[in-house]
């Protein structure tokens, strides 16, 4: 008896050891079905102590396309729920994304409320379409990806945003997409354009994005070079060039951003000490290219910052500017402040 | 239909006709102001709203004290408290209802502090707020308000938002959509140094309306009021020679690109946040800046004294931002922790250091508007997120299910 106390203690040692150095096992938040399984009151409007009468589990019965899921009394329903929602038969889950992937592209959905299917929302401007990318993605095995790729791969995703007269005339509200709607550069975008501008940005794959040591959202420090899509993401706590430029609210459903113009926006730019050091590093890349001469030098900082040479008058607007102040220790200084007008410009802020 | 038509519409073509026919876009330059306000008639949200009724109030101040100030022990007087102190009552505490189910009995806790009557009303006030007491005739108090939340992050939201748990805007959000702002140099809704705990933004958040309205926060809580200040409103050492001759050239820079564009509203209304944000970094750092009051109107708000230095100078900002017609400021005084300031569940003597701490500045803050005229067209609303039990909890004493708030413009039919 001893000797199998002795062995167990044994064991359970090297049980400890082994835990200890073997690979730190991956933890994520999720449900798990309660011991008792019930059916609960309807809370009406959302709130919790405002009960309304029990309602059994079930799905929406306006939709008919297929048999509402069968429930077990035993079991919750989750599964049965999550399979009647991917039912390739669902009118509403396929185009519903199908529609939200292609206002994420285009700048507005095919049914322009895209959180709003049905007749509380807007009818499909191009219904076949939508039929279409929906019958796409179903069969595509519901590859995002895929989708993605079907719609940049149109002629009407690479079209142009130019103004052309006639159809400005005929369509002004390019109902037909008759030109490429402009797009404004979202807060990720514009956050890494900038990081990108001055050499800075982290392109490494995959791994933790939570500093360590972190314990709670609030004060957290956004610190990080990474890609805008390794940012954690705070249900309170948002970098403030996110909150500034229309992310997405955490704690929202939301299928399309917010597009505003605001005076906070801009004074971010002008005067943000972050935005500042990004556009002096900026210009410290630029100045270290000592084989250009001036006119190359204005010519890079455009290609740079908005992907196109200047227009003559632009260029003429910056070589007046710089030759203000023509002392060569404040020229990190003034191309600095030509790299933050360049991204204060209409032309930066949206996509042609 | 006449008026319609010459609205608008006539505005945007005259200035776009005008702008075409200038060459390099230095017309734009020099109407740079008229432009924007004309523009502004067509894409700023936040102009003046006409209401359909005409309201006496004109602003709200929102002195926000967090954590839950006891009723019971400062403006709701119940002698009977005494009387029964220390003895055991049935009572339908909230909390304890969701978790059990059941009524149990509390045991009656007593005022700890004295209680007098002040002014012609005979408002009972407790010897916590001197200061405020006398000015209870300028104010009105709501003894019969009721919560959802049974805990501090949920009752924060409901009484910002109406919503223990969905998104919502503020109330301050919302006052701004329905009015629009009075001075287009500042933001509209200002709130002074919120707290990041108990749902931090989204106490002050537009939620589903237009980013426009959402509230701007002015320094945090926990640091002090000196350095509450608009974010990113200071221009910094980048701007050498000048920040001047940098904006100047944003602006031709801009103004080129939109006349190679096809000259859209939705870049004009990009242009003109940054005239917005010029005229803001222009005007808005005057606000925060007490240089020019005089030492007399310091002292009233508790200025430079221990204890009401840091909140009386938040009243005295939200004054000031009052004055320069933003519609709605809120004066937080709390904290970053779950357990906010006001609340004392172990230590209900606590509750004089915080009422000493905002006592002054906020009787100096009505009396410094009452003789500006401003009372009359303010509402001041002073409250916390509850109130609390008229029992004790061993020494705790909490509650949810009742808050107290008053404002002082009961002339304005509150009723």
Redo the contacts between chains.
Sequence with gaps: MEDLQNELANLNRRLTLLENQGPVRQIAMAVSERDEITNVPIAIRGVLTNRGPIVPRGALQVINSHPPPRIHENQSGRLELAQWITDPRHPLTSRVIANRVWAWLMSRGIVHSVDNFGTMGTLPTHPELLDFLAHELIRNHWSIKQLVRDIVLTRTYRLSSAHIESAYQADPSNSTYWRMPRRRLDAESIRDSILQLSQSLDFSYAGNNIEAGTNSEYGYQFNSPRRSVYLPVFRNNLPEIFETFDFADPNRMNGLRNSSAVAPQSLLLMNSPEIQSQCLSAAQCLLQKSELNPDQQITDAFLATLGRPPLPSEHDLIRSFLSQYPDPDSSQVLWGQIFQTLIQSIDFRYLK | MTNRSTCHPTQRMTRRQALKSTA?GFGYLAAASLATQQAQSV?NPLLPQPGRILPRAKRVIFLFMQGGPSHVDTFDYKPILEKYDGQMRPFDDARTL?KTRQIADQRIFKNLWSFKRYGQCGQYVSELFPHIARHVDDLCFLKGMHT?GVAHGPSTLFMHTG?????RPSIGSWVLYGLGSENQNL?GFVTLQPS??N????NY?N??L???YQG?AVGRAGTSADQAR????????????S?K???D??R???M???Q???Q?S??E??????E???N??SHAPHIFDFRDEPQHIQSMYGIGEKGTDDFGKQCLMARRLAEAGVRYIQVNYGD?SNNPRWDQHSNLPEHALHAFNTDKPVAGLLQDLKQRGLLEDTLVWWGGEFGRTPYAEKKRIRTRSQFLWFHPVPRLGLG
């Design positions: 390099c894409t969701a959802e919503s223990i748990n969905l998104v933001p990041m705990g749902g931090g933004p989204r958040s939620a589903f237009p980013a426009a701007t608009i974010r990113n409103l200071q221009a910094t050492s980048l701007h050498l020679p920040q001759a940098q904006f050239l944003l031709q820079v801009n080129e690109q939109w190679h564009s096809q859209e939705e870049l209304a990009v242009i003109n946040s940054y917005l944000a010029w803001m970094q970053n």
